[in-house]
């Protein structure tokens, strides 16, 4: 965790290769004299809620429609511990809990699924916190479409100042590409079709150089302890330590694998684990960690109380009308390059208006088949609208986890990505269709030849299919909702009788 952004500052200017002044508002504007920063976190419980199956031994039905009790399990026990400025390690292996601390520490979990507390220099963290530090999750979050200049591009667009120009994001961005070597991949997309993209290590210096844009004072990188400390102090005093717990220790060996080793060794060994966690509770640094958390007031200086608030604000480019621009800007560049879902829509559409024009091509005149005839005709215009729909969902399912990562990162406001997405999704993929749906169907079924009638089915055609996509967006957000949505529509297929 480096949380100093003067040494963010300090990387990147030896591959400026221009002088100070030909960069004044990237330099200057973000990089000022700020105080050192301090985060500690105090008494840390954790817990997550794991289903159950109440279902056992009874009639079998789908995991989806089953009612499943839950419970409580312990994944942090009383942690207490300071980061100070400068780079900090949280080494363990996986599953103990890292990911959660790190969660906890940049206010993205449910503060209901956790007690204790967690203070920047001392003070409660600003409400803004969570959008004004950067935060690299253990997934890429990018969007696959685009290449990593345009996604750093993104970033910069929505989280840096204003009054920066764009020739002053493209010079921070372009510094940025050089620092993380990503000049060869730059302009690659993240994730070709039948392609190779970019690698495993480019996105994920891509991920960084997303939150790089921010130059926070703050940056925490998640990678890939039971929740419990063993150890907290002087990575050189490591090897001793451990040796007083009766670990062998090899002669020049890493100090971080020796860690690693050994936090392994506990995980797979409850009786060692026991030990280690019993002894580092009796240590004298357990006992150092809580006077300094008790006696942090008395280290922190008036000044940095004073701007405490203001470490963390940036006048970020948050206007409503800003983020609709660069989502809808970044979504139509992404159906470009995706030609297939448009296409796909498209065809559908005509299949479909195809296949029910010809089925009621031309309809008799008559009460009777006629009219039950004409009101299954409605009945199965309506129906193929609706269910054309589907593709509305694949989009949403696959951005769901890089949304809820923008969103925790103050990229946008969630009402903002919707009306974008809503925007860029209805002509090419539902006015377009529609109409040719529309035009196909009408004239083959023996509609009324008028104008004011036609523009009339048009817009009912229109709105059945808007009604679907409303459905599909609702099932989007949650798989359970998807997988109800079926029964949903069971409602609507009723049979016409006469």
Same mark, same amino acid.
């Given at each position: 965790?480096?949380?100093?952004? &003067?040494?963010?500052?300090?990387?990147?200017?030896?591959?400026? +290769? &221009?002088?100070?002044?030909?960069? !004044?508002?990237?330099?200057?504007?973000?990089?000022?004299?700020?105080?050192?920063?301090?985060?500690?976190?105090?008494?840390?419980?954790? @817990?997550?809620?794991?289903?159950? =199956?109440?279902?056992?031994?009874?009639?079998?039905?789908?995991?989806?429609?089953?009612?499943?009790?839950?419970?409580?399990?312990?994944?942090?026990?009383?942690?207490?511990?300071?980061?100070?400025?400068?780079?900090?390690?949280?080494?363990?292996?996986?599953?103990?809990? %890292?990911?959660?601390?790190?969660?906890?520490?940049?206010?993205?979990?449910?503060?209901?699924?956790?007690?204790?507390?967690?203070?920047?220099?001392?003070?409660?963290?600003?409400?803004?916190?969570?959008?004004?530090?950067?935060?690299?999750?253990?997934? =890429?979050?990018? +969007?696959?479409?685009?290449?990593?200049? /345009?996604?750093?591009?993104?970033?910069?667009?929505?989280?840096?100042?204003?009054? $920066?120009?764009?020739? /002053?994001?493209?010079? $921070?961005?372009?510094?940025?590409?050089?620092?993380?070597?990503?000049?060869?991949?730059?302009?690659?997309?993240?994730?070709?079709?039948?392609?190779?993209?970019?690698?495993?290590?480019?996105?994920?210096?891509?991920?960084?150089?997303?939150?790089?844009?921010?130059?926070? %004072?703050?940056?925490?990188?998640?990678? !890939?302890?039971?929740?419990?400390?063993?150890?907290?102090?002087? !990575?050189?005093?490591?090897?001793?330590? $451990?040796?007083?717990?009766?670990?062998?220790?090899?002669?020049?060996?890493?100090?971080?694998?020796?860690?690693?080793?050994?936090?392994?060794?506990?995980?797979?060994?409850?009786?060692?684990?026991?030990?280690?966690?019993?002894?580092?509770?009796?240590?004298?640094?357990?006992? +150092?960690?809580?006077?300094?958390?008790?006696?942090?007031?008395?280290?922190?200086?008036?000044?940095?109380?004073?701007?405490?608030?203001?470490?963390?604000?940036?006048?970020?480019?948050?206007?409503?009308?800003?983020?609709?621009?660069?989502?809808?800007?970044?979504?139509?560049?992404?159906?470009?390059?995706?030609?297939?879902?448009?296409?796909?829509?498209?065809?559908? @559409?005509?299949?479909?208006?195809?296949?029910?024009?010809?089925?009621?091509? =031309?309809?008799? %005149?008559?009460? =009777?088949?006629?009219?039950?005839?004409?009101?299954?005709?409605?009945?199965?215009?309506?129906?193929?609208?609706?269910?054309?729909?589907?593709?509305?969902?694949?989009?949403?399912?696959?951005?769901?986890?890089?949304?809820?990562?923008?969103?925790?990162?103050?990229?946008?406001?969630?009402?903002?990505?919707?009306?974008?997405?809503?925007?860029?999704?209805?002509?090419?993929?539902?006015?377009?269709?529609?109409?040719?749906?529309?035009?196909?169907?009408?004239?083959?079924?023996?509609?009324?030849?008028?104008? @004011?009638?036609?523009?009339?089915?048009?817009?009912?055609?229109?709105?059945? +299919?808007?009604?679907?996509?409303?459905?599909?967006?609702?099932?989007?957000?949650?798989?359970?909702?998807?997988?109800?949505?079926?029964?949903?529509?069971?409602?609507?297929?009723?049979?016409?009788?006469?």
């Amino acid at each position: 965790m480096s949380d100093d952004n &003067v040494d963010l500052h300090h990387q990147i200017e030896p591959i400026n +290769n &221009v002088q100070p002044s030909q960069t !004044p508002t990237v330099t200057t504007e973000l990089r000022t004299n700020d105080p050192t920063i301090t985060i500690s976190f105090k008494n840390i419980n954790a @817990s997550i809620k794991i289903p159950v =199956d109440s279902n056992r031994g009874g009639f079998p039905c789908p995991s989806f429609l089953c009612w499943k009790s839950k419970k409580e399990k312990p994944i942090l026990h009383d942690l207490s511990g300071i980061f100070t400025s400068g780079m900090n390690a949280i080494l363990g292996p996986t599953g103990c809990g %890292k990911t959660s601390l790190i969660e906890i520490m940049t206010d993205r979990k449910d503060p209901r699924s956790y007690s204790g507390e967690v203070l920047i220099n001392g003070q409660t963290r600003p409400h803004s916190f969570k959008h004004n530090v950067g935060y690299v999750a253990q997934e =890429d979050m990018f +969007n696959e479409t685009l290449t990593p200049r /345009e996604n750093i591009f993104f970033s910069a667009n929505l989280r840096l100042p204003k009054t $920066l120009s764009t020739h /002053e994001k493209e010079v $921070l961005v372009s510094n940025i590409i050089s620092e993380l070597a990503l000049e060869s991949c730059a302009d690659t997309r993240m994730n070709k079709e039948f392609h190779r993209g970019v690698s495993g290590g480019e996105k994920k210096r891509t991920c960084i150089g997303m939150e790089l844009v921010l130059s926070s %004072k703050i940056l925490f990188l998640d990678e !890939p302890t039971t929740g419990q400390c063993i150890y907290q102090g002087p !990575p050189g005093n490591v090897a001793s330590y $451990l040796q007083a717990q009766g670990f062998e220790i090899p002669p020049n060996n890493n100090i971080a694998d020796i860690a690693l080793d050994v936090s392994i060794e506990a995980n797979e060994n409850d009786e060692i684990l026991k030990n280690l966690c019993t002894a580092y509770m009796n240590s004298p640094m357990r006992k +150092n960690v809580l006077d300094m958390l008790t006696n942090q007031n008395d280290m922190i200086s008036s000044t940095n109380v004073e701007n405490h608030q203001h470490l963390y604000e940036i006048n970020a480019a948050r206007s409503g009308i800003r983020e609709i621009f660069y989502l809808s800007q970044r979504t139509l560049r992404v159906v470009r390059r995706r030609p297939t879902l448009a296409f796909a829509q498209i065809s559908v @559409s005509v299949i479909l208006g195809l296949l029910v024009g010809t089925v009621f091509f =031309d309809l008799e %005149k008559t009460t =009777d088949p006629g009219v039950s005839n004409r009101l299954g005709r409605c009945f199965f215009l309506i129906i193929a609208q609706i269910f054309s729909t589907m593709t509305a969902i694949e989009p949403f399912i696959k951005e769901r986890s890089l949304f809820i990562h923008e969103t925790e990162g103050g990229y946008y406001r969630i009402w903002a990505f919707f009306i974008a997405k809503l925007l860029c999704d209805i002509l090419p993929l539902r006015v377009i269709p529609s109409m040719l749906f529309a035009l196909i169907t009408y004239f083959m079924t023996g509609f009324a030849r008028t104008a @004011s009638q036609f523009f009339i089915f048009l817009l009912a055609i229109f709105i059945a +299919n808007m009604f679907g996509s409303a459905i599909c967006f609702f099932a989007a957000a949650s798989i359970g909702v998807f997988c109800k949505i079926p029964l949903f529509e069971l409602n609507f297929t009723d049979v016409i009788k006469h």
